[in-house]
């Protein structure tokens, strides 16, 4: 599948539900020192190719935002408190008119996905965007079909920015078996 950069919006976050955790796992709140746990998380789940990289583009987008990190990111950890994976409920001052949240690296390691985890681990960062933001954004792939179809779920809704953008919907409605635009 090719693979192109995509966006979505949701205009309306406030009513957005808020989908239970799995009996045994839990969230906890980003801690200092956590990068390296982000970072091994997001390239277990494929978002980067080797572990310094992630943590470069950690080091990049988040140093100096550590106190935003602490209310805004979340670990989803297993019933061994091992950390599995992660989300943010972030935002983005440059993007349309700054006032939109910004759902931000969702991601869970592989051993871990395909058991109704997602759903709460979106929700919940959702849930964390809504004390500072009625709208939210998000940044995904064409090959992130399932992520896609989950945010669909939840109200957002493909935003055409780039010349490719509607190419790549077309892609994903194929895949999904949906119009999307």
Same mark, same amino acid.
Request: aromatic fraction near 12%; proline fraction near 4%.
């Given at each position: 599948?090719?693979?192109?950069? =995509?966006?979505? @919006?949701?205009?309306?976050?406030?009513?957005?539900?808020?989908? $239970? #955790?799995?009996?045994?796992?839990?969230?906890?709140?980003?801690? $200092?020192?956590?990068?390296?746990?982000?970072?091994?998380?997001?390239?277990?789940?494929?978002?980067?190719?080797? #572990?310094?990289?992630?943590?470069?583009?950690?080091?990049?987008?988040?140093?100096?935002?550590?106190?935003?990190?602490?209310?805004?990111? =979340? @670990?989803?950890?297993?019933?061994?408190?091992?950390?599995?994976?992660?989300?943010?409920?972030?935002?983005?001052?440059?993007?349309?008119?700054?006032?939109?949240?910004? #759902?931000?690296?969702?991601?869970?390691?592989?051993?871990?996905?395909?058991?109704?985890?997602?759903? $709460? =681990?979106?929700?919940?960062?959702?849930? =964390?965007?809504?004390?500072?933001?009625?709208?939210?954004?998000?940044?995904? %792939?064409?090959?992130?079909?399932?992520? @896609?179809?989950?945010?669909?779920?939840?109200?957002?809704?493909?935003?055409?920015?780039?010349?490719?953008? %509607?190419?790549?919907? %077309?892609?994903?409605?194929?895949?999904?078996?949906?119009?999307?635009?």
């Amino acid at each position: 599948m090719k693979h192109i950069k =995509l966006s979505m @919006i949701n205009e309306d976050i406030t009513s957005c539900p808020l989908v $239970p #955790l799995k009996e045994g796992f839990s969230f906890r709140y980003w801690r $200092p020192g956590d990068e390296e746990i982000w970072a091994e998380i997001e390239t277990a789940a494929g978002e980067f190719s080797d #572990l310094e990289a992630a943590l470069r583009r950690f080091a990049d987008e988040f140093t100096g935002f550590e106190d935003e990190l602490k209310e805004r990111c =979340l @670990i989803l950890e297993s019933k061994d408190k091992e950390p599995i994976g992660t989300s943010m409920g972030w935002y983005n001052r440059e993007f349309r008119d700054g006032g939109f949240g910004r #759902l931000h690296w969702v991601s869970i390691v592989p051993a871990y996905q395909g058991l109704g985890l997602a759903r $709460p =681990l979106v929700t919940h960062a959702i849930d =964390l965007m809504k004390a500072h933001h009625t709208k939210a954004y998000v940044t995904t %792939q064409t090959t992130s079909y399932k992520a @896609i179809k989950l945010y669909l779920d939840y109200g957002f809704r493909p935003l055409m920015h780039t010349e490719d953008c %509607q190419e790549g919907w %077309q892609i994903v409605a194929k895949t999904l078996g949906q119009t999307l635009v």
